[in-house]
């Protein structure tokens, strides 16, 4: 009866049925109606007719208070069960509203029961607006699940050749830090486990599953990598580069360089081993935490190496190019640069550069020669030639480490300046004490107490460095500084073997120069 019920139309010129045409026989309902409600107007004639014409509704009385409809609702709930919502339809006629009690025990009645919420309910009881729904229950959506992935903790993308934007809107194509450097033990890549998300539930109280997550590919092995116990970590096995094959990280234990090192790769700053088999050109700098092997010519660039520097074709360093290595280093010529060495130099020419040798330099070859600049050298110096005809001034000094020199110059120059501090205020004590104390000012008297106090501090320091200096003094008297020279010596070199020094007016041939109880002594 409630469905035939719902099925009334009140309409301003009397009431109308909604025809139900799924029914074997359409007529039951609208019989039933007309004699349940006793309705005296109706004309039978007009079912077969409405029913004939398929049409959707038919006229059953003028009378709009023939029938009496009691206020009623429907629950109806969202086609993913997440949420229900009862929509109330107003009383006809005289009929009935529902009590809030009435309205409970049919939504009791109900299969909805979980996530219930009646304060909707409580709004429609004091509005009784029929235009909208009321919401009585909502379920709760399941967490949305975190699919497992491979965090990689190096640069996987391709690396561009973007120059850096300096302050003044200039490019620098120097800093394109073209290549990453790992270290042995570095995590490289980490597995993260997949999360599934809680269930939730329905407005029926039924399990809502959360959508399984998809897990995280297995960790690729690489070159000189291993995966830890726990299959959850991608681990470097050496000091080396990054060098990736689609999604799999390589170390390799030697950056290699197929080019020239200039504004299409920029700077190099690698912890293992460098190979260059092109060019550094000028304004560059290529520093590795192993050896620097370069196949071709080192312009005004800086090369250091925490290992061995061999250049091939040499150095033109304009004056500006640094070479240094903390083992050895092995080139062929060099013009117009720095070379720090803490170990053995090996090369065919020397010319015009500065050189700090911890060890011993052999010039070998045709050239075979060393000429203008300063060498500071603590071992053998073993060259076919020192200096030139018509060169500029050759300084060499032998036997002594440069880093041992170095302090003791800067001892000395520190000796110097603060005897004249020392000497400046004694003037200054002498002048003032010659007079009569009582008759000085405050600012004299100031200046005098001032004074003899920093002259008695000035005199503690020079001490202390006169002390260093005597300490360093050792070094200058080792018997391991020797010059060999197979052909000539040229005049106008300068020659330092420990504590001795000697200016070679005379071109010499094939000789041997050594330290004899502080004097160098010349064997032809």
């Known amino acids: 009866m409630n469905n035939i019920l719902d099925r009334i139309e009140p309409r301003e010129d009397g009431v109308y049925f909604l025809v139900d045409y799924k029914k074997s026989n359409p007529k039951e309902d609208i019989v039933e109606i007309v004699k349940k409600?006793?309705?005296?107007?109706?004309?039978?004639?007009?079912?077969?007719?409405?029913?004939?014409?398929?049409?959707?509704?038919?006229?059953?009385?003028?009378?709009?208070?023939?029938?009496?409809?009691?206020?009623?609702?429907?629950?109806?709930?969202?086609?993913?069960?997440?949420?229900?919502?009862?929509?109330?339809k107003a009383p006809f006629k005289n009929g009935n509203v529902l009590s809030k009690q009435q309205i409970l025990d049919k939504i009791?009645?109900?299969?909805?029961?979980?996530?219930?919420?009646?304060?909707?309910?409580?709004?429609f009881i004091c509005n009784r607006d029929y235009n909208k729904s009321y919401v009585i229950a909502k379920g709760i959506q399941p967490?949305?699940?975190k699919n497992g992935f491979l965090e990689y903790h190096v640069d996987i993308s391709k690396k561009t050749t973007k120059p850096k934007v300096l302050e003044d809107g200039t490019l620098d194509y120097r800093e394109l830090n073209m290549f990453e450097s790992v270290h042995k033990d570095q995590t490289l890549v980490t597995r993260v486990d997949a999360i599934k998300g809680a269930d939730g539930r329905n407005v029926y109280d039924e399990v809502v599953p959360s959508k399984l997550p998809k897990e995280a590919p297995t960790l690729a092995q690489g070159k000189n990598t291993?995966?830890?116990?726990?299959?959850?970590?991608?681990?470097?096995?050496?000091?080396g580069c990054v060098a990736m094959k689609g999604k799999t990280v390589n170390i390799l234990p030697v950056l290699e360089i197929e080019s020239d090192v200039d504004t299409s790769i920029g700077n190099i700053d690698f912890i293992g081993s460098i190979l260059i088999k092109g060019n550094v050109l000028s304004g560059f700098t290529v520093s590795a935490g192993g050896d620097i092997d370069i196949l071709g010519v080192v312009e005004d660039s800086n090369i250091i190496a925490n290992g061995n520097i061999s250049i091939a074709k040499?150095?033109?360093?304009?004056?500006?190019?640094?070479?240094?290595?903390?083992?050895?280093?092995?080139?062929?010529?060099?013009?117009?640069?720095?070379?720090?060495?803490?170990?053995?130099?090996?090369?065919?020419?020397?010319?015009h550069s500065d050189m700090w040798c911890g060890g011993n330099v052999n010039i070998l070859?045709?050239?075979?020669?060393?000429?203008?600049?300063?060498?500071?050298?603590?071992?053998?110096?073993?060259?076919?030639?020192?200096?030139?005809?018509?060169?500029?001034?050759?300084?060499?000094?032998?036997?002594?480490?440069?880093?041992?020199?170095?302090?003791?110059?800067?001892?000395?120059?520190?000796?110097?300046?603060?005897s004249e501090k020392y000497n400046k205020l004694e003037r200054i004590v002498k002048k003032l004490s010659s007079l009569d104390i009582n008759s000085l000012s405050k600012e004299k008297r100031i200046l005098f107490e001032k004074s003899v106090k920093e002259k008695l501090e000035i005199k503690k320091l020079i001490l202390v460095y006169k002390k260093n200096?005597?300490?360093?003094?050792?070094?200058?008297?080792?018997?391991?500084?020797?010059?060999?020279?197979?052909?000539?010596?040229?005049?106008?070199?300068?020659?330092?073997?420990?504590?001795?020094?000697?200016?070679?007016?005379?071109?010499?041939?094939?000789?041997?120069?050594?330290?004899?109880?502080?004097k160098i002594e010349i064997f032809m």
């Open 108 to 123: 009791s009645e109900s299969n909805v029961v979980f996530g219930l919420d009646f304060s909707d309910i409580e709004n």
């Open 37 to 88: 409600y006793s309705i005296k107007d109706f004309d039978p004639s007009t079912i077969d007719k409405v029913i004939e014409e398929s049409s959707k509704y038919i006229f059953i009385t003028k009378d709009k208070d023939a029938i009496n409809i009691d206020e009623k609702f429907d629950i109806i709930v969202s086609k993913d069960r997440m949420l229900a919502e009862v929509k109330f």
């Open 226 to 239: 291993r995966i830890s116990e726990d299959g959850k970590l991608l681990l470097s096995n050496i000091d």
């Open 314 to 351: 040499g150095v033109q360093g304009g004056g500006k190019a640094r070479i240094i290595a903390s083992e050895n280093i092995n080139l062929n010529f060099v013009e117009n640069a720095t070379i720090i060495c803490e170990k053995d130099i090996t090369a065919s020419s020397i010319m």
């Open 365 to 418: 070859g045709d050239k075979g020669v060393i000429t203008g600049g300063k060498s500071i050298i603590s071992g053998v110096l073993s060259t076919k030639y020192i200096g030139a005809p018509m060169s500029s001034h050759t300084d060499i000094t032998v036997g002594i480490n440069y880093r041992v020199l170095n302090k003791y110059e800067e001892l000395v120059q520190k000796v110097e300046e603060m």
């Open 469 to 518: 200096l005597k300490s360093l003094m050792p070094y200058f008297t080792s018997k391991k500084g020797m010059i060999k020279v197979t052909d000539t010596l040229y005049n106008g070199t300068k020659v330092v073997i420990n504590n001795a020094v000697i200016f070679i007016k005379e071109d010499l041939r094939s000789c041997t120069l050594r330290n004899i109880d502080g």
């Open 143 to 145: 967490e949305e699940s």
